[in-house]
T-cell receptor, first 110, second 120 residues
Framework: QSALTQPASVSGSPGQSITISCTGT?????????VLWYQQHPGKAPKLIIF???NRPSGISTRFSGSKSGNTASLTISGLQAEDEASYYC???????????FGRGTDLTV | EVQLVESGGDLVQPGGSLRLSCVAS????????MTWVRQAPGKGLEWVAN??????????ADSVRGRFTISRDNSKNSLYLQMYSLRVEDTAVYYC?????FGRGAFDLWGQGTMVIVSS
């Protein structure tokens, strides 16, 4: 499966905001609202932080927000905190391969 | 406690077979789609397979289709991944995950993972 395209790394200072992009095609990100974001700290299991483009599961900070325009989805983290330092993965359903596909991941340094 | 616990990971030679298990507790296992996701050392996440709550529909990634099977025993709150014809590139931590009711692909509960190493 072709992975969705994410920047390899982003960085920001505490209190700042950052945005991570996730670019796909009309067969995945652009064609469905099944776009999700996962956070993963080293050595830990991933954690769901955004589902269906812009929805947060219960317990996820409002500092995390998602959006989508065309074939590109975005995750914005505002008011960066040290604990946000982690890897972030976007995920979307792809009808080209009839499967869920992940981005290659973005390492966030705070 | 709501949790998923995987087991079965091991060192296996190329061409070998292995069965992974995932035991669920603290929630109504039989009501949820379940998924396997893997992560090669130092690499990103890769969706492997999923299975409908009643076991009646299954889907696989191209990379494992025809070599892996997925099954469940709802009476034992257990999910399985049977892996055949293992390749070096199947080396990874394998996670089982629960798909939430509130969104497709929303894997809201994950296990701690079990390591599979395929090497001669």
């Amino acid at each position: 499966q072709s992975a969705l395209t994410q920047p390899a790394s982003v960085s920001g200072s505490p209190g700042q905001s950052i945005t991570i992009s996730c670019t796909g095609t009309s067969s995945d990100v652009g064609g469905y609202d099944h776009v999700l974001w996962y956070q993963q700290h080293p050595g830990k299991a991933p954690k769901l932080i955004i589902f269906e483009v812009d929805n947060r599961p219960s317990g996820i900070s409002t500092r995390f927000s998602g959006s989508k325009s065309g074939n590109t989805a975005s995750l914005t983290i505002s008011g960066l905190q040290a604990e946000d330092e982690a890897s972030y993965y976007c995920c979307s359903y792809s009808d080209r391969v009839s499967a869920w596909v992940f981005g290659r991941g973005t390492d966030l340094t705070v | 406690e709501v949790q998923l616990v995987e087991s079965g990971g091991d060192l296996v030679q190329p061409g070998g077979s292995l069965r992974l298990s995932c035991v669920a507790s603290g929630f109504t296992f039989r009501s949820h789609w379940m998924t396997w996701v893997r992560q090669a050392p130092g690499k990103g996440l890769e969706w492997v397979a999923n299975l409908r709550s009643d076991g009646g529909e299954e889907n696989f990634a191209d990379s494992v289709r025809g070599r892996f099977t997925i099954s469940r025993d709802n009476s034992k709150n257990s999910l399985y991944l049977q892996m055949y014809s293992l390749r070096v590139e199947d080396t990874a931590v394998y996670y089982c995950a629960r798909e939430a009711f509130f969104g497709r692909g929303a894997f809201d509960l994950w296990g701690q993972g079990t390591m599979v190493i395929v090497s001669s």
